[in-house]
Protein backbone atom coordinates (compact mmCIF):
# COMPACT_ATOMS: atom_id res chain seq x y z
CA UNK A 1 0.00 0.00 0.00
CA UNK A 2 2.68 2.64 1.15
CA UNK A 3 4.65 1.30 -2.18
CA UNK A 4 1.33 2.25 -4.20
CA UNK A 5 0.91 5.59 -2.66
CA UNK A 6 4.21 6.63 -3.16
CA UNK A 7 4.07 5.90 -6.76
CA UNK A 8 0.87 7.32 -7.57
CA UNK A 9 2.59 11.01 -5.37
CA UNK A 10 5.51 10.82 -7.87
CA UNK A 11 3.18 10.44 -10.77
CA UNK A 12 1.29 13.54 -10.08
CA UNK A 13 4.13 15.33 -8.95
CA UNK A 14 5.79 14.31 -12.33
CA UNK A 15 2.52 15.31 -14.32
CA UNK A 16 2.16 19.12 -12.33
CA UNK A 17 6.13 19.91 -12.43
CA UNK A 18 5.66 18.85 -16.40
CA UNK A 19 3.28 21.73 -16.29
CA UNK A 20 5.70 24.28 -14.86
CA UNK A 21 8.59 23.42 -17.46
CA UNK A 22 9.97 26.99 -18.71
CA UNK A 23 10.10 27.29 -22.32
CA UNK A 24 13.22 27.99 -23.51
CA UNK A 25 14.25 30.97 -25.39
CA UNK A 26 18.00 31.18 -25.65
CA UNK A 27 18.36 29.63 -29.62
CA UNK A 28 19.47 31.67 -32.15
CA UNK A 29 16.33 30.99 -34.39
CA UNK A 30 18.48 31.98 -37.77
CA UNK A 31 20.06 28.65 -36.58
CA UNK A 32 16.75 26.45 -36.54
CA UNK A 33 16.07 24.47 -39.44
CA UNK A 34 13.74 25.64 -42.35
CA UNK A 35 10.67 23.20 -41.62
CA UNK A 36 9.15 21.29 -38.40
CA UNK A 37 11.23 18.52 -37.89
CA UNK A 38 10.75 15.86 -35.31
CA UNK A 39 12.78 13.22 -33.64
CA UNK A 40 12.80 10.29 -31.85
CA UNK A 41 15.16 8.92 -29.79
CA UNK A 42 16.74 5.78 -28.85
CA UNK A 43 19.34 4.72 -26.49
CA UNK A 44 20.30 4.35 -22.87
CA UNK A 45 20.96 6.97 -20.15
CA UNK A 46 22.93 9.35 -22.49
CA UNK A 47 19.21 10.18 -24.30
CA UNK A 48 16.58 9.07 -21.43
CA UNK A 49 14.30 11.55 -20.51
CA UNK A 50 12.04 9.78 -17.98
CA UNK A 51 11.38 6.14 -19.68
CA UNK A 52 13.12 4.40 -16.00
CA UNK A 53 10.78 6.62 -14.51
CA UNK A 54 7.80 4.32 -15.38
CA UNK A 55 9.54 0.76 -14.61
CA UNK A 56 10.34 -1.82 -11.71
CA UNK A 57 13.72 -0.61 -10.72
CA UNK A 58 15.61 -0.01 -7.70
CA UNK A 59 16.24 3.77 -6.55
CA UNK A 60 20.16 3.48 -7.11
CA UNK A 61 18.90 2.33 -11.04
CA UNK A 62 17.11 5.73 -11.62
CA UNK A 63 16.95 9.22 -11.28
CA UNK A 64 14.07 10.47 -9.95
CA UNK A 65 15.19 11.67 -6.68
CA UNK A 66 17.70 14.78 -5.41
CA UNK A 67 19.56 16.08 -6.27
CA UNK A 68 18.94 14.95 -10.31
CA UNK A 69 17.34 17.78 -11.77
CA UNK A 70 18.64 20.39 -9.79
CA UNK A 71 20.54 22.69 -11.93
CA UNK A 72 17.93 23.69 -14.79
CA UNK A 73 14.38 22.12 -14.04
CA UNK A 74 14.91 22.62 -10.20
CA UNK A 75 13.49 18.63 -9.49
CA UNK A 76 14.31 15.58 -10.76
CA UNK A 77 12.83 14.12 -14.18
CA UNK A 78 13.99 10.94 -14.26
CA UNK A 79 17.57 12.48 -16.95
CA UNK A 80 20.49 11.28 -15.52
CA UNK A 81 22.43 14.22 -14.42
CA UNK A 82 21.53 18.03 -12.91
CA UNK A 83 19.77 19.68 -15.93
CA UNK A 84 18.82 19.42 -19.80
CA UNK A 85 20.85 16.55 -22.06
CA UNK A 86 22.33 16.70 -25.55
CA UNK A 87 18.43 15.82 -26.64
CA UNK A 88 17.14 18.41 -25.08
CA UNK A 89 19.72 21.42 -26.29
CA UNK A 90 19.69 19.94 -30.10
CA UNK A 91 15.80 20.69 -29.42
CA UNK A 92 15.95 23.96 -28.37
CA UNK A 93 17.89 24.81 -31.36
CA UNK A 94 14.84 23.75 -33.73
CA UNK A 95 12.94 25.72 -32.00
CA UNK A 96 10.62 23.01 -30.05
CA UNK A 97 9.65 22.04 -26.70
CA UNK A 98 11.60 18.67 -24.71
CA UNK A 99 10.49 15.50 -26.83
CA UNK A 100 8.69 13.25 -24.26
CA UNK A 101 9.36 10.09 -22.78
CA UNK A 102 7.07 7.34 -24.42
CA UNK A 103 5.95 6.38 -21.29
CA UNK A 104 4.81 9.35 -19.68
CA UNK A 105 0.86 9.67 -20.01
CA UNK A 106 -0.74 12.01 -21.98
CA UNK A 107 1.53 12.42 -24.86
CA UNK A 108 1.26 13.64 -28.28
CA UNK A 109 3.43 12.94 -31.07
CA UNK A 110 4.09 16.53 -32.65
CA UNK A 111 7.55 17.18 -32.10
CA UNK A 112 8.67 13.54 -31.79
CA UNK A 113 9.18 10.66 -29.08
CA UNK A 114 11.66 9.98 -26.31
CA UNK A 115 12.02 5.70 -26.54
CA UNK A 116 15.55 5.76 -24.70
CA UNK A 117 16.28 4.01 -21.00
CA UNK A 118 18.80 3.92 -18.49
CA UNK A 119 21.05 0.79 -18.65
CA UNK A 120 19.89 0.00 -21.96
CA UNK A 121 21.93 -1.91 -24.61
CA UNK A 122 21.32 -3.30 -28.01
CA UNK A 123 21.38 -6.91 -26.11
CA UNK A 124 18.46 -7.64 -24.23
CA UNK A 125 21.08 -9.55 -22.13
CA UNK A 126 22.92 -6.39 -21.02
CA UNK A 127 19.88 -5.20 -18.49
CA UNK A 128 16.67 -7.30 -18.93
CA UNK A 129 14.84 -5.02 -16.35
CA UNK A 130 14.95 -1.69 -18.63
CA UNK A 131 13.89 -1.15 -22.33
CA UNK A 132 16.13 -2.36 -25.05
CA UNK A 133 16.80 -1.28 -28.43
CA UNK A 134 14.44 -4.24 -29.64
CA UNK A 135 11.90 -3.07 -27.05
CA UNK A 136 12.46 0.73 -27.91
CA UNK A 137 11.82 -0.34 -32.13
CA UNK A 138 8.65 -1.99 -30.98
CA UNK A 139 7.28 1.05 -29.50
CA UNK A 140 8.76 3.14 -31.87
CA UNK A 141 6.17 0.93 -34.51
CA UNK A 142 3.44 1.23 -32.01
CA UNK A 143 3.73 5.02 -32.37
CA UNK A 144 4.52 5.19 -36.05
CA UNK A 145 1.43 2.63 -36.93
CA UNK A 146 -0.70 5.27 -34.36
CA UNK A 147 0.56 8.23 -36.11
CA UNK A 148 -1.12 6.57 -39.44
CA UNK A 149 -4.52 5.83 -37.84
CA UNK A 150 -4.33 9.34 -36.41
CA UNK A 151 -3.28 11.65 -39.02
CA UNK A 152 -3.91 9.41 -42.29
CA UNK A 153 -0.98 7.40 -44.23
CA UNK A 154 0.11 10.74 -45.96
CA UNK A 155 0.65 13.09 -43.37
CA UNK A 156 2.22 10.39 -40.65
CA UNK A 157 4.88 9.17 -43.59
CA UNK A 158 5.30 13.11 -44.63
CA UNK A 159 6.61 13.09 -40.45
CA UNK A 160 8.50 10.62 -40.75
CA UNK A 161 10.61 10.89 -43.24
CA UNK A 162 11.48 14.27 -41.97
CA UNK A 163 12.12 13.30 -38.96
CA UNK A 164 15.24 12.98 -37.43
CA UNK A 165 16.39 9.29 -35.93
CA UNK A 166 18.78 9.93 -32.88
CA UNK A 167 20.67 7.32 -30.89
CA UNK A 168 22.96 6.45 -28.13
CA UNK A 169 23.70 2.81 -27.33
CA UNK A 170 26.00 0.40 -26.80
CA UNK A 171 27.86 1.12 -23.92
CA UNK A 172 26.38 -0.70 -21.65
CA UNK A 173 26.83 -4.01 -23.94
CA UNK A 174 30.53 -3.03 -23.30
CA UNK A 175 30.47 -2.70 -20.14
CA UNK A 176 28.70 -6.09 -19.47
CA UNK A 177 31.15 -8.09 -22.06
CA UNK A 178 34.15 -6.75 -20.22
CA UNK A 179 32.94 -7.37 -16.73
CA UNK A 180 31.31 -10.86 -17.16
CA UNK A 181 34.30 -12.01 -19.19
CA UNK A 182 36.94 -10.81 -18.19
CA UNK A 183 39.07 -13.65 -19.67
CA UNK A 184 38.01 -13.45 -23.57
CA UNK A 185 39.98 -13.95 -26.42
CA UNK A 186 40.96 -11.68 -28.67
CA UNK A 187 38.92 -13.65 -31.21
CA UNK A 188 35.30 -13.53 -29.11
CA UNK A 189 35.85 -10.07 -28.29
CA UNK A 190 36.17 -9.77 -32.09
CA UNK A 191 32.86 -11.88 -32.54
CA UNK A 192 31.20 -9.39 -29.89
CA UNK A 193 31.50 -6.20 -31.68
CA UNK A 194 30.94 -8.01 -35.16
CA UNK A 195 27.34 -9.28 -33.62
CA UNK A 196 27.21 -5.69 -31.83
CA UNK A 197 27.42 -3.73 -34.87
CA UNK A 198 25.14 -6.15 -37.22
CA UNK A 199 22.69 -5.54 -34.68
CA UNK A 200 23.01 -1.82 -34.49
CA UNK A 201 22.51 -1.91 -38.37
CA UNK A 202 19.51 -3.60 -38.55
CA UNK A 203 18.06 -1.23 -36.17
CA UNK A 204 18.75 0.86 -38.76
CA UNK A 205 17.39 -0.64 -41.67
CA UNK A 206 14.24 -1.61 -39.44
CA UNK A 207 13.51 2.00 -38.91
CA UNK A 208 14.20 2.65 -42.52
CA UNK A 209 11.56 0.49 -43.55
CA UNK A 210 8.76 2.88 -41.58
CA UNK A 211 10.18 5.47 -43.61
CA UNK A 212 13.05 7.51 -41.61
CA UNK A 213 15.84 8.81 -44.27
CA UNK A 214 17.76 11.02 -41.61
CA UNK A 215 20.16 9.11 -38.82
CA UNK A 216 21.92 11.07 -35.67
CA UNK A 217 24.21 8.12 -34.61
CA UNK A 218 26.57 8.98 -31.87
CA UNK A 219 29.27 6.78 -31.35
CA UNK A 220 29.91 4.83 -27.84
CA UNK A 221 31.82 7.36 -25.76
CA UNK A 222 35.23 6.33 -23.24
CA UNK A 223 33.49 4.27 -21.20
CA UNK A 224 37.03 3.25 -19.15
CA UNK A 225 38.08 6.70 -17.99
CA UNK A 226 34.54 7.42 -16.72
CA UNK A 227 34.75 8.23 -12.86
CA UNK A 228 32.61 5.30 -11.61
CA UNK A 229 34.79 2.41 -13.95
CA UNK A 230 38.20 4.53 -12.34
CA UNK A 231 36.63 4.13 -8.70
CA UNK A 232 35.42 0.19 -9.03
CA UNK A 233 38.72 -0.98 -10.55
CA UNK A 234 40.85 1.39 -8.15
CA UNK A 235 42.67 3.23 -11.09
CA UNK A 236 44.93 6.25 -10.34
CA UNK A 237 46.36 9.40 -12.04
CA UNK A 238 45.19 9.54 -15.56
CA UNK A 239 44.47 5.36 -15.96
CA UNK A 240 41.46 4.48 -17.58
CA UNK A 241 40.55 1.17 -18.05
CA UNK A 242 41.94 -0.06 -21.50
CA UNK A 243 40.43 -3.39 -22.11
CA UNK A 244 36.72 -1.71 -22.35
CA UNK A 245 38.20 1.17 -24.29
CA UNK A 246 40.23 -0.78 -27.33
CA UNK A 247 36.79 -2.97 -27.76
CA UNK A 248 34.57 0.45 -27.89
CA UNK A 249 37.11 1.79 -30.55
CA UNK A 250 36.75 -0.93 -32.25
CA UNK A 251 33.29 -1.01 -32.68
CA UNK A 252 32.70 2.71 -33.80
CA UNK A 253 35.35 2.40 -36.40
CA UNK A 254 32.76 -1.26 -37.56
CA UNK A 255 29.90 0.95 -36.35
CA UNK A 256 30.93 3.66 -38.87
CA UNK A 257 31.90 1.82 -41.70
CA UNK A 258 28.68 -0.42 -41.84
CA UNK A 259 26.57 2.92 -41.61
CA UNK A 260 28.32 4.61 -44.21
CA UNK A 261 27.99 1.44 -46.57
CA UNK A 262 23.98 1.73 -45.72
CA UNK A 263 23.76 5.18 -47.94
CA UNK A 264 24.99 3.22 -51.10
CA UNK A 265 22.44 0.71 -50.44
CA UNK A 266 19.51 2.33 -48.97
CA UNK A 267 18.03 4.98 -51.06
CA UNK A 268 17.46 8.65 -49.66
CA UNK A 269 19.38 7.11 -46.34
CA UNK A 270 20.92 10.25 -44.66
CA UNK A 271 23.49 10.33 -41.40
CA UNK A 272 25.80 12.13 -39.20
CA UNK A 273 28.46 10.21 -37.19
CA UNK A 274 28.62 12.00 -34.02
CA UNK A 275 32.16 11.33 -32.28
CA UNK A 276 31.46 11.83 -29.23
CA UNK A 277 34.33 8.86 -27.70
CA UNK A 278 37.00 11.71 -29.35
CA UNK A 279 35.22 14.68 -27.90
CA UNK A 280 34.16 13.41 -24.38
CA UNK A 281 38.24 11.78 -23.80
CA UNK A 282 39.18 14.89 -24.95
CA UNK A 283 37.20 16.78 -22.32
CA UNK A 284 38.56 14.34 -19.50
CA UNK A 285 42.37 14.92 -20.48
CA UNK A 286 42.25 18.65 -20.93
CA UNK A 287 38.72 19.98 -19.06
CA UNK A 288 40.33 23.06 -18.50
CA UNK A 289 40.25 23.61 -22.76
CA UNK A 290 36.59 23.44 -22.02
CA UNK A 291 36.01 25.68 -18.91
CA UNK A 292 35.98 22.61 -16.31
CA UNK A 293 38.17 22.64 -13.19
CA UNK A 294 37.52 19.13 -12.21
CA UNK A 295 37.04 15.84 -14.56
CA UNK A 296 38.35 12.92 -12.57
CA UNK A 297 35.96 13.58 -10.13
CA UNK A 298 32.09 13.74 -10.20
CA UNK A 299 30.19 16.48 -8.46
CA UNK A 300 27.54 14.06 -7.12
CA UNK A 301 28.70 10.55 -5.08
CA UNK A 302 30.82 9.50 -2.56
CA UNK A 303 34.42 7.14 -2.64
CA UNK A 304 37.41 7.33 -3.80
CA UNK A 305 36.26 9.66 -7.24
CA UNK A 306 33.22 10.62 -5.54
CA UNK A 307 31.76 8.35 -8.07
CA UNK A 308 29.35 5.72 -6.37
CA UNK A 309 25.33 6.26 -5.55
CA UNK A 310 24.61 10.09 -6.25
CA UNK A 311 21.53 11.35 -3.91
CA UNK A 312 22.26 8.05 -1.79
CA UNK A 313 23.44 8.49 1.88
CA UNK A 314 26.29 9.10 2.17
CA UNK A 315 27.20 11.36 -0.97
CA UNK A 316 28.48 14.65 -0.92
CA UNK A 317 27.15 17.23 -3.59
CA UNK A 318 29.27 20.31 -5.38
CA UNK A 319 28.81 23.11 -4.72
CA UNK A 320 28.64 24.58 -8.49
CA UNK A 321 28.02 21.63 -11.10
CA UNK A 322 29.12 23.92 -14.01
CA UNK A 323 32.89 23.37 -12.71
CA UNK A 324 32.42 19.57 -13.03
CA UNK A 325 32.48 17.59 -16.33
CA UNK A 326 30.73 14.55 -14.46
CA UNK A 327 27.54 15.28 -12.43
CA UNK A 328 27.49 11.59 -11.30
CA UNK A 329 29.82 8.78 -11.82
CA UNK A 330 28.24 7.81 -15.19
CA UNK A 331 27.04 10.95 -16.75
CA UNK A 332 28.09 14.40 -17.65
CA UNK A 333 26.91 17.97 -16.45
CA UNK A 334 24.10 19.96 -18.40
CA UNK A 335 26.95 22.40 -18.89
CA UNK A 336 28.94 18.92 -20.19
CA UNK A 337 26.03 18.44 -22.46
CA UNK A 338 25.30 21.90 -23.57
CA UNK A 339 28.95 21.89 -24.55
CA UNK A 340 28.69 18.36 -26.65
CA UNK A 341 25.19 19.41 -28.13
CA UNK A 342 26.86 22.35 -29.56
CA UNK A 343 29.91 20.69 -30.90
CA UNK A 344 27.40 18.02 -32.57
CA UNK A 345 24.98 20.82 -33.33
CA UNK A 346 27.87 23.21 -35.37
CA UNK A 347 30.88 20.98 -35.60
CA UNK A 348 33.18 20.54 -38.43
CA UNK A 349 33.48 16.90 -40.50
CA UNK A 350 35.86 15.73 -37.76
CA UNK A 351 33.28 15.88 -34.98
CA UNK A 352 30.28 14.87 -36.92
CA UNK A 353 30.21 13.79 -40.43
CA UNK A 354 29.02 13.61 -43.41
CA UNK A 355 26.81 16.28 -41.68
CA UNK A 356 26.79 17.88 -38.49
CA UNK A 357 23.11 17.98 -36.74
CA UNK A 358 22.23 21.72 -37.90
CA UNK A 359 22.68 20.81 -42.07
CA UNK A 360 20.93 17.01 -41.07
CA UNK A 361 18.26 18.94 -39.95
CA UNK A 362 17.97 20.85 -42.56
CA UNK A 363 18.20 17.94 -45.54
CA UNK A 364 14.86 17.45 -47.26
CA UNK A 365 13.11 13.73 -47.41
CA UNK A 366 10.72 12.71 -50.06
CA UNK A 367 7.89 11.42 -48.19
CA UNK A 368 7.55 7.51 -49.26
CA UNK A 369 4.59 5.55 -48.30
CA UNK A 370 6.23 2.56 -47.25
CA UNK A 371 4.55 -0.90 -46.27
CA UNK A 372 6.56 -2.81 -43.58
CA UNK A 373 5.09 -5.74 -45.22
CA UNK A 374 5.32 -4.77 -48.66
CA UNK A 375 8.96 -3.98 -48.46
CA UNK A 376 12.09 -5.37 -48.04
CA UNK A 377 15.44 -3.62 -46.76
CA UNK A 378 18.54 -5.11 -48.75
CA UNK A 379 20.45 -7.49 -46.68
CA UNK A 380 23.97 -8.30 -46.22
CA UNK A 381 24.65 -11.74 -47.99
Known amino acids: MAASKLTFNF ?33 DSIFDAGNDNYINLSVSDRANYWPYGETFFHFPTGRFTDGRLIVDFIATEIGQSFVPPYLQPGINFTNGVNFASGGAGVFSETDPQVISLGMQLSNFKNVANSMEEQLGDKEANKRLSQAVYATCVGGNDYSYFVDNYPKATQLEQDEFVKNLVGNLTDFVKELYTFGARKFAILNVGPRGCLPAIRQSKELRGDECDEASLEMIKKHNSAASKAIKELESKLSGFKYSILDFYTILFDMIKDPKAYGFKE ?82 VPRDE
Open 11 to 43: LLLNFLASLLIPEITLCDHSRQPKRHVAMFIFG
Open 295 to 376: SRYSCCGHGMYNAAHCGIEPYTLCKNPSEYLFFDGWHPTEHGYRILADLFWNGKPSIAAPFNLRQLFDLESTPVIISSEEYE
